[in-house]
């Protein structure tokens, strides 16, 4: 876009100048020159964009980072305006970024492509070595320019993959990645273009959206010859604007550009189409009714209404659209509802003492047309366990029925906010643009940046996100429907129909891979009524999903322990009715055995001190469970298993049987083995003669060093053979790689005096699968005498499994066969 200096003469300038890459930064946080000024080029050719001296102001103060005198020359630097003067050239591109298009790269990769992979012969030939494209750089090409600015702000340390993060020129230079290129003895540049949309090694069929240009410096690994680990290429990212996306040969080209401040008119926009998309264009996705209000709800007004105006009002049964709010506590809220708030919080919130998070929501509720807002601490009295008893159990309920969730992912408490008003800008190489096609009379271009190696996306943040840590909002996030989610840099959007990003980055790797469809079938409708979609509801299916949600829920953190079975029971209370039987703190009666066996996912389950739950019962730790074999290796039927002969659960609110609960045991009757734990620890590479593993959910007692303790939990098991069958005994020995040979000599100085049982839960008959006999799992559970406690009374102290081998079935028979108390 040149401006001769005929046409420049005619408008003054009258402003402030923006060098080289800036005028793209700038657009990017808003200043458009269509709006705020006109580009203009210099003689030495460098980028400048004019912009109005009162928007120059605005901008500086908004973002730290537009610092004049902290910023390079060549990169992010100011100038003062100078009247009259005219500027007639623009910066031109090197020849072979001249000679570069999006459709010539898509050209190569319909002869050679690998997703997350550089082609071995299909790229551009770009500069033919560093120095060069360093020398194209001072020669003003903005592309390499980018290409340079990355490698010389990236640290570097003999890296297989390019790191993440940009530190700039605040960098020794002789400890970034540009210092090692130069040391390369081959430095050829050479580009593709690729996407991070899909898995890795994924072929050009998978592939929807081209959003990457790869850079890669030197030689490339030989698949068929030994050769040295390549340089890393660098991976940078490609954009349009949003009403100016691109699409070749039915690829998408770029993503969608995103205005970072999450409280811009265009992404309240966009969250505002998300709704009214999925309300009618997914018929799935809602049971068409308006919903009864929750007890108290916050009424936020209308747009024309103040915010600072929301109050408390009391629904009494009205059925309106209302949006929840799941979100981190991180600790102390200051504003709560009590009984000494309630009359007042009627009247109105004090909207300048609530937590920013709070703020947020109710700006967030305006702007998607809804009048009413559920937030948990300033909806139920926070002084007043009756009123929390009532309203807890009604959470599921609360969150199904939302029109919308919305979700602060990154929030770490209540004060941090979730529209993020003022970015936290990191200072970035300066962005260059690439023409997309070959026909160089169009003047489509898409938008080359850096982008760190760890970029956002949805799927990150459900791994690492502050929201995704907590106990209460798994049972949130599977319980509504609808979300609208707030990272740091982008909204997202979550319904039975699917995910969106505001980029329109399609799903894939993108977005998380658990999508818990048989129980979101279920908990977000009824099931007489309005099935999710065609075909019966699977109760093994629905077990299946339960069990791994139990698993994901023990890895989240929780701040009160007596919260472990409220934080969970809108989930067990809306599975119910599929499931059938009886909830027994955490299991499923008509369930029991696979409830039963869980184990600790990384090391130990240490049960918490203050009575919640049964020993029996996985939520009786806050570490991590596993539960063993189960879509793998499903409890076949069996004639090796045990019975379930009664139950009794003490609940603390009999009207609420998924809550609290002060006392619970089990009556089974099932085949025992004695079992013997020792303190001995057997240093082998293979051990002979192990018929088992044993998964203790605590450390060995008598085990006084800390890194012995923790792998004391994991062990051998053995069978110690003494004559008559029913006076032999399972051994469990501490086992660790080392050179002691493939025997042992017994330590019976070591053996711990505790009275311990194996009591079977389930064995593989021959006759159910076809699974050689030596390989046929009996699963079990390691239980401790309570001789205090009762006769026959027993707690959980572990898990195991043993290896039938030949004759096992046999030898499982002269087990002993008892009735147990669990405890």
Known sequence: MEKNKESMSERPIDGTLIRDGNCAKACRRGIKPSAHGDLHSSEAGNFFLMIDPDVMAALMKQHDDFNAEQLKPGRCQFAEASTGKEWSRMASPCGYCASLSIERLLDLAKTEFSAHAFPQRAFYQHHPSFGDLEQSAAGGCDLCQLILECFRGTPWDDCSFWPSGWEGPRLDIDKSAYAAAKQLDVSDVKLCINTDHVWSSQPLESVSL??????????????????????????????????????????????????PHLGAPVNHAIARKWLQDCETLHPACSTGQIPELPTRVIDVGTNEDAPEDARLVLSEGRRERYVALSHCWGGPITTLLTTDTYSDFQIVLPHADLPANFRDAIIITRELGIRYLWIDSLCILQDSKLDWAMESKKMGTIYRDSAVTVSAVVAHNSAVGILNPKPMYKSTPAPATLRVYEDRTRREEVMVEWVDAEDECLRNLALRGPLFTRAWTLQEFILSPKHVLYGNRQMYWRCPAGFKSADDSPGDNKFPTESYRALSDVVHFDPLDKPAHDGPLSREACLDDYYDLVVEYSSRNITFDSDKFPAFSGVAQRLQPVIGGDYLAGLWSSDFRRGLLWYAGVGRCIHVPQYRAPSWSWAVSNDEVLFGNNREDPLLPSGHKAQLVGYSVELQDKTNPFGELTSAHLVLKAPTKTLVRSSQI??????????????????????????????????????????????????????????????????????????????????????????????????????????????????????????????????????????????
Not at 213 to 237: C, K, N, R, T, Y
Not at 750 to 769: G, K, N, P
Not at 791 to 799: F, K, L, P
Request: include cysteine.
């Open 210 to 259: 081209f959003n990457k240009l790869l850079v890669h410096v030197g030689p490339i690994q030989d698949d068929e010859e030994d050769s040295d680990w390549p340089f890393p290429f660098l991976s940078l990212a490609l954009s349009t604007p949003r009403d100016a996306s691109l699409t070749i040969d039915n690829w998408r080209i770029g993503r969608l550009q995103v205005d």
């Open 682 to 823: 057997v240093s082998s590479y293979q051990l002979e003669g192990s018929v088992g593993l044993g998964y203790f959910d605590e450390p060995n007692r008598h085990l006084a060093d800390d890194e012995t303790r923790v792998m004391s939990t994991t062990t051998d098991l053995f069978l110690v053979e003494n004559g008559a069958p029913d006076e032999d005994y399972i051994l469990s020995i501490i086992t660790r790689y080392g050179e002691d040979g493939r025997h042992f000599e017994i330590d019976f100085d070591l053996f711990d005096d505790v009275e311990l049982v194996v009591m079977l839960v389930h064995a593989r008959d021959r006759a159910a699968d076809t699974l050689p006999e030596e390989t046929v799992p009996a699963q079990c559970l390691v239980l401790r005498s309570l001789p205090d406690r009762g006769e026959n009374t027993y707690e959980r102290v572990g898990y195991a499994v043993l290896r039938l081998g030949e004759g096992g079935m046999r030898w499982l028979e002269n087990w002993e066969s008892r009735e147990l108390k669990l405890v």
